[in-house]
């Protein structure tokens, strides 16, 4: 199956702990992106790559970190200076260029809970 | 940058009715306007989108309207069914930024 996988979908952590979130896409896509979801809200954009080993800060990124070694993979570090890091993390990917480049598709999603 | 407000926050209509979600835009510069369905737990679904060559796109029971002038597009849904609740949020783009600027979402609930 083709598409864009999250885990875990559930994760728990203590408060002052650093914790990583995996996304994975077998899209072929070049470019991925990290959103925040808060209830009512709608979503917020961390980071975003266009290519292997670049990225860019998105809206929200302070407290957050990420890594893009290989074009399938883009990890997202929550850090400890993440004030309220409480949320459903929502992984995206697109290609870039040609009729079809400005579509996002999202992953399932990763609720993390810190207490 | 990009300001999407999307109206109403909440939706309730009568299984086989019609449903409309409007949003505006501020930056008369995007020319790229997705809907997206989110259930509950799950990631956001993309449904229909719209680019500014066009005035208004079908597909099935869902249609979506663009008035660029006036900056606003909107979601229409026909004949609505019990599958159609769910959290629809509208997002605005524009093609030479790779940011796209969501609506704060309309859950919208079918009653049987």
């Known amino acids: 199956d083709g598409g864009i996988t999250q885990s875990p979908k559930y994760l728990f952590r203590k408060e002052g702990q650093n914790v990583t979130l995996s996304c994975e896409q077998n899209?072929?896509?070049?470019?991925m992106y990290w959103y925040r979801q808060d209830p009512g809200q709608g979503l917020r954009l961390i980071y975003y790559s266009q290519i292997v080993n670049d990225f860019q800060k998105g809206d929200i990124a302070e407290g957050y970190s990420v890594s893009r070694e290989k074009k399938e993979s883009f990890p997202l570090t929550v850090t400890s200076a993440q004030k309220n890091p409480t949320a459903f993390y929502l992984c995206?990917?697109?290609?870039?260029?040609?009729?079809?480049?400005?579509?996002?598709?999202f992953g399932p999603g990763t609720r993390l809970t810190v207490t | 940058g990009e300001n999407v407000e999307q109206h109403p926050s909440t939706l309730s209509v009568q299984e086989g009715d019609s449903a409309v979600i409007k949003c505006t835009y501020s930056d008369s510069a995007s020319n790229y306007f997705p809907w997206y369905k989110q259930e509950l737990g799950k990631g956001p679904q993309l449904i229909i989108d719209?680019?500014?060559?066009?005035g208004e796109k079908k597909d099935q029971r869902i249609a979506v309207t663009l008035n660029k002038t006036a900056k606003h597009f909107s979601l229409h849904i026909t004949e609505t069914q019990p599958e159609d609740s769910a959290v629809y949020f509208c997002?605005?783009?524009?093609?030479?930024?790779?940011?796209?600027?969501f609506g704060t979402g309309t859950r919208l609930t079918i009653i049987p």
């Open positions: 995206a990917s697109s290609t870039m260029g040609g009729p079809g480049s400005y579509e996002q598709y």
């Open positions: 899209l072929n896509h070049d470019a």
């Open positions: 997002a605005a783009k524009n093609f030479g930024n790779e940011k796209l600027t």
């Open positions: 719209i680019r500014s060559n066009v």
